[in-house]
T-cell receptor, first 114, second 112 residues
Framework: QKEVEQNSGPLSVPEGAIASLNCTYS??????FFWYRQYSGKSPELIMF????GDKEDGRFTAQLNKASQYVSLLIRDSQPSDSATYLC??????????????FGTGTRLLVSP | EADIYQTPRYLVIGTGKKITLECSQT?????MYWYQQDPGMELHLIHY???????EKGDLSSESTVSRIRTEHFPLTLESARPSHTSQYLC???????????FGNGTRLTVT
């Protein structure tokens, strides 16, 4: 079993819809969780991070964390064609000491059609 | 905007050559990383550094080596390149704590 699992997709949604991206992780002791967006041929860029159970909202993005079920999700409201990219889930399996030794999932490819 | 630079952006080189991939950041970050990513695959940590004169191997075994003589500079070296080293190499840095990981633009290496 991989440490961080994501559905590779592609996840296809129409413009304006809500895109829901999911991620599960195996290390129950993990404490910090990150979502990165990666356009084809580009490097990853941070979208959001979350440490506590519940929801965290930033503009059109909402990260949701459920440590008991070991999953973290990213919701994108009012999806735009420019949101089309691969979304990487990353987990820091160590204690939140400040040293981020992230483990990345393979990513979910999102396609937003006009 | 993160200030972390990688050179070269693309490199095509023959088997057996020695290569060094450069990574520099101007943010004064102590913590730096090298990740390797094959197309459509996840990022794998191959090296990291807590600060000057500190280097550690990551989770993915790699024949590359790194050095950290200056805070801003974290080069990666392959003594003898092989086709199996063909991949994208991503350098990253962070201030630590809640700060995000900033990635460079990457070096796409092809060994023929």
């Amino acid at each position: 079993q991989k440490e961080v699992e994501q559905n590779s997709g592609p996840l296809s949604v129409p413009e304006g819809a809500i895109a829901s991206l999911n991620c599960t992780y195996s290390d129950r002791g993990s404490q910090s969780f990150f979502w990165y967006r990666q356009y084809s041929g580009k490097s990853p860029e941070l979208i959001m991070f979350i440490y506590s159970n519940g929801d965290k909202e930033d503009g059109r993005f909402t990260a949701q964390l459920n440590k008991a079920s070991q999953y973290v999700s990213l919701l994108i409201r009012d999806s735009q064609p420019s949101d089309s990219a691969t979304y990487l889930c990353a987990v820091n399996p160590g204690p939140n000491t400040g040293f981020q030794k992230l483990v990345f999932g393979t990513g979910t490819r999102l396609l937003v059609s006009p | 905007e993160a200030d972390i630079y990688q050179t070269p952006r693309y490199l095509v080189i023959g088997t057996g050559k020695k290569i060094t991939l450069e990574c520099s950041q101007t943010m004064g970050h102590d913590k730096m990383y090298w990740y390797q990513q094959d197309p459509g695959m996840e990022l794998h940590l191959i090296h990291y550094s807590y600060g000057v004169n500190s280097t550690e191997k990551g989770d993915l075994s790699s024949e590359s080596t790194v050095s950290r003589i200056r805070t801003e500079h974290f080069p990666l070296t392959l003594e003898s390149a092989r086709p199996s080293h063909t991949s994208q190499y991503l350098c990253a840095s962070t201030q630590g704590g809640d700060s995000p990981l900033h990635f460079g633009n990457g070096t796409r290496l092809t060994v023929t």
